[in-house]
């Protein structure tokens, strides 16, 4: 081998962490510890009337300090799986519920 193509450096390794997807969604419950459901809004069009059509898909995160309640727009990252549901993590809180929350008489 020549020196030339052993002095060449290898391509540097991309980061997989930057390439993990996200997705920005509501969500729908918080009564587990540590957990939320996040309902994420897909709009297409139909394949075959071109009609856009709203499509929902629901995603369990991790939410380590249990901050986002219910009706929250939050942003999610993919990760690891963390048990049976939850491969997802909450990255941050995009925007807080703006509806005032029912006072108990």
Same mark, same amino acid.
Do not use: C
């Given at each position: ?5 052993? *002095? @060449?450096? *290898?391509?540097? !390794? ?20 540590? @957990?939320?459901?996040?309902?994420? /809004?897909?709009?297409?069009?139909? *394949?075959?009337?071109? %009609? ?5 898909? %629901?995603?369990? *995160?991790?939410?380590? %300090?249990? /901050? !986002? ?9 993919? @990760?690891?799986?963390?048990? %049976? ?9 995009? /925007? ?7 006072? !108990?008489?």
């Amino acid at each position: 081998m020549t020196e030339a193509a052993t *002095a @060449t450096p *290898a391509a540097p !390794a991309t980061n997989a962490r930057n390439q993990r997807k996200e997705r920005v969604g509501e969500v729908i419950s918080n009564k587990m510890n540590k @957990t939320i459901v996040v309902r994420v /809004e897909r709009r297409f069009p139909h *394949a075959r009337y071109k %009609k856009v059509v709203t499509g929902y898909r %629901k995603f369990y *995160a991790h939410d380590e %300090k249990n /901050e !986002a309640k219910v009706g929250d727009r939050v942003r999610i990252e993919e @990760t690891r799986p963390l048990s %049976k549901l939850k491969s997802w993590r909450l990255v941050e809180v995009v /925007e807080r519920n703006a509806a005032v929350a029912p006072v !108990a008489a």
